[in-house]
């Protein structure tokens, strides 16, 4: 535990493991479309192409383990049917596509329009426990005395061993002005019951705070005439977050700009391609390619906000959305990328809502960065890789960072032997939420 908040210190990253993901931002893992994304998908409704099979059988499965099976209280309507859904995503074979729920789709919403109602902390589960990861800042969290590392015992008298985050987050989120009771365990042992309003909690998509609250060099000396920009997610709110962060390094007289994505999720297509455009005045932006072959890019268009030098900070967990803006950006020569290879989430989702108040995302194409690069499975390579070593943890230092500001300064950088091409098929285990590792409760 020790190393993991080192890290999230040193970063400014909330995952702690991939396979230990949270529901909301995790939801952003997927690149979405949606009005001013690809256009050919969004003209009209496809045409519906149904599978040419008997689902007639499947009742008749329900109704014999209904009458026969030995634990009768596990043969429920809502069992049976939920597994239904997930055999059918199962037989794809694709961890991008799922079904959600009617609470976990409303539970989804929120995170893209950078605002939910809850107490303001970030969770994730370790062990048989969920914890908290970060309060956010005056949040109710924040104000109630919640601190990184604490263990939630129970909520509204429940006991929240061997919760899901899914489940911690549905229960501790809820609507402005009603009440959660919280019981949680202190790094010390020591335990206390907390009763916290809810409020409205808006989610800043973008920060200028350096991981440490300072930018330093690699000789620990404060670097002034350098902007940082991190973008978190991609959210509706994030193109006019992010002007405003670049008008301040134009005011301020900054002489280049560290973009950090790392632990980025990715978001909403359009969003993340105009951030791209505000660097570019020509070329492409990203290409997806669909079922039928038929392909689709979104091109930058005349006119940029900074000509100020970029180079972005990544790592294993920047995915999706991330990856395209630093694609877009490393391949028409705007920024050069500086980390570790990204996660490698190169699949267009679609979401479609259903009739019960739940949805699917449904996988419906794949990107190719501007130089034909596929990004499923293969991430985007960084022009210098770094690798953050147990050293770099513990004496909180942030290679990247150095690394990133001797080439905004004219030092010169050699490059470190490129990793070797990934080998696998998909993106890893993380499952369908991506590559990030922290929720808004």
Known sequence: MKSSVLRNTLIGVLAILVGVLLVAVGFLGRTLMEPGGIKAALAAPPVPRPVATDFAVIPEIATILGTDFVEANKVTPDAMRDG????????????????????EYALSKGDFEGAFEGIGATVAKQGDFLVIVRPIPNSPADKAGLKPGDTILKVNDEDAKGWTVEQGVLRIRGPRGTTVRIQIKHADGTQADLSIKRDSIAVESVSTDPPGGALKDVAGNAVTDLAYIRIRSFTRTTPDEFRKAVKAAETAKAKGILLDLRGNPGGLLKETAEIADMFLDKGTIVTSVDRDGHEDTISATAGTITSLPVVIMQDEFSASGSEVLASALKENGRAKVVGSR?????????????????????????????????????GVTPDYPITLTQDDITALRDPAAFTAIDLLHGVPVTPAPQPAPRTTATPGAAGPRGATGASGA
């Open 84 to 103: 239904a859904i997930k055999g059918m995503f199962s037989a794809l074979g694709d961890s991008h596509s799922q079904y959600l729920s009617p609470q």
């Open 342 to 378: 990204s996660f490698g989430k190169g699949t267009v989702n679609h979401i479609r809502e259903l009739s019960n108040g739940g949805a699917v995302y449904v996988s419906i194409a794949r990107w190719l960065t501007p130089a034909r690069n596929q990004i499923e499975a293969n």
